[in-house]
């Protein structure tokens, strides 16, 4: 017998497949929120593959961005325990609706006088900011989707990457559903 998802698509059993799901989540601004959330994830064995979490307009509510794997029913299945959770106001699975995500990352990368120009014109071709630099090193800043990151730091890996900080995934949904 078929279920339906909460989208309103018809699920066949033994037809889901994984797929990665952005889960928006709002929550009241208290102490423990995040931890209570990451052992829902931990206690049920489902990973978290980017987890992003920040202060709202409103001071009392902050916005979790969680990025996991899974078919239809296990996300299912985390979306109604995340709704039973105390602190918990709102969680919208975005993945079936239009949205805009961003990460931002971090990147030094060693360099000499004679690759320097070479990792300039990398950073330049993926919009990306120097906000640091020494005689040895360059650290630059990007943001973009998770593509963007992943193929700036695959360009420049060949020139040896240092250290890289990533904040994970920040989403919302999209309000404008027209043509440009």
Avoid: C, W
């Amino acid at each position: 017998m078929a279920s339906t998802h909460a989208n309103g698509r018809r699920l066949v059993p033994g037809t889901e497949q994984k797929r990665r799901h952005t889960i928006s989540i709002l929550v009241e601004n208290r102490f423990n929120a995040l931890s209570r959330i990451a052992g829902l994830f931990s206690a049920k064995g489902y990973n978290i593959d980017s987890l992003s979490v920040g202060p709202t307009e409103d001071e009392s509510v902050s916005r979790m961005t969680i990025v996991t794997e899974g078919d239809d029913p296990i996300i299912e299945q985390i979306t109604k325990q995340l709704h039973k959770l105390i602190d918990t106001i709102k969680v919208v699975d975005l993945t079936f609706d239009n949205f805009v995500e961003r990460e931002l990352v971090l990147l030094k990368i060693q360099t000499t006088t004679q690759t320097r120009s070479e990792i300039m014109q990398v950073a330049e071709i993926f919009r990306a900011k120097v906000v640091d630099i020494s005689p040895r090193t360059l650290t630059l800043e990007a943001t973009g989707s998770k593509q963007k990151v992943d193929a700036i730091i695959k360009m420049l890996k060949q020139f040896g990457i240092k250290e890289i900080a990533r904040t994970g995934q920040v989403a919302l949904k999209r309000e404008f559903h027209g043509e440009v």
